[in-house]
């Protein structure tokens, strides 16, 4: 049988794989990796290749040797798995609450993440949010101090789980865009100890090294297409 292979996006623009490289790695699942790039144009031509094997032609895809799963959430899961549950907490209710906040992640956190790309995270410019994404981040600023609150110590339900591997893209997101977090005590201090995971840290640094993949909208003010956002201090 062959050794497990986990095929992964640019480092960049990739936040579904970073979850899933993270979860297998804290797992100690031991695994190759294969880089696919997904800049365009090639992007095309290179998911038309993983869809040869993986239905979604997307990433990532985690190949076992045995079977091919082709879900970021499923890949958590089986992470998960391998290392006998010690990514989700052992009390039943605080376990389906982590399962809500990483199912709530993986619909697109009421689409928060859809206009703050993963790309724009490593712009060197960054434009400030819009009162309707502020308020957005807020809600969920609230949601992850009441859960630091409830279950938490360093982390979101107190050792690192696959809800904070889930939620670590966001938070790169919304770190460097430089955020007011001073009414959320708890989750600014559980963001930076996040950012400083080595497994999160080995992914950005990777991340930082590569040119920058740019949206041509990013500066667009959705309220007024014709007008561009000033940037604001966050860099």
């Known amino acids: 049988m062959s050794r497990p292979r986990l095929y992964v996006g640019t480092r960049n623009a990739s936040s579904w794989a970073m979850r899933a490289w993270l979860a297998l790695k804290a797992s100690g699942y031991d695994f190759d990796e294969e880089l696919v790039d997904i800049r365009r144009p090639q992007r095309f031509r290179n998911l038309a290749v993983i869809g040869e094997f993986s239905p979604p032609a997307a990433v990532p895809v985690l190949d076992t040797g045995r079977t091919v799963i082709y879900d970021s959430n499923a890949i958590m899961e089986f992470a998960n798995d391998s290392c006998d ?9 605080a376990r389906a609450h982590a ?5 709530w992640q993986h619909a697109g956190l009421s689409s928060l993440c859809h206009r703050i790309s993963f790309e ?3 712009y060197p410019l960054k434009r400030p949010l819009t009162d309707a994404e502020q308020d957005d981040c807020n809600r969920l600023f609230q949601c992850y101090e009441a859960t ?8 979101l339900f107190g050792d690192i789980s696959l809800a904070d591997f889930m939620h670590a893209p966001t938070v790169v997101r919304l770190a460097r865009h ?6 959320w005590p708890r989750t600014e201090a559980w963001m930076r100890l996040l950012l400083a995971h080595p497994l999160v840290s080995e992914w950005l640094a990777e991340a930082d090294r590569l ?5 041509d909208d990013y500066l667009v003010d ?14």
Do not use: V
């Open 148 to 155: 630091l609150d409830r279950y938490g110590d360093a982390y």
């Open 85 to 93: 549950g010690r990514l989700l907490p052992r009390d039943i209710e």
């Open 211 to 215: 040119p920058h993949i740019w949206y």
């Open 120 to 122: 724009s995270a490593f």
């Open 222 to 235: 959705p309220r007024d297409p014709a007008t561009l956002l000033t940037a604001g201090p966050g860099g």
């Open 99 to 103: 399962r809500s906040l990483i199912a």
């Open 178 to 183: 430089s955020l007011d977090t001073l009414a």
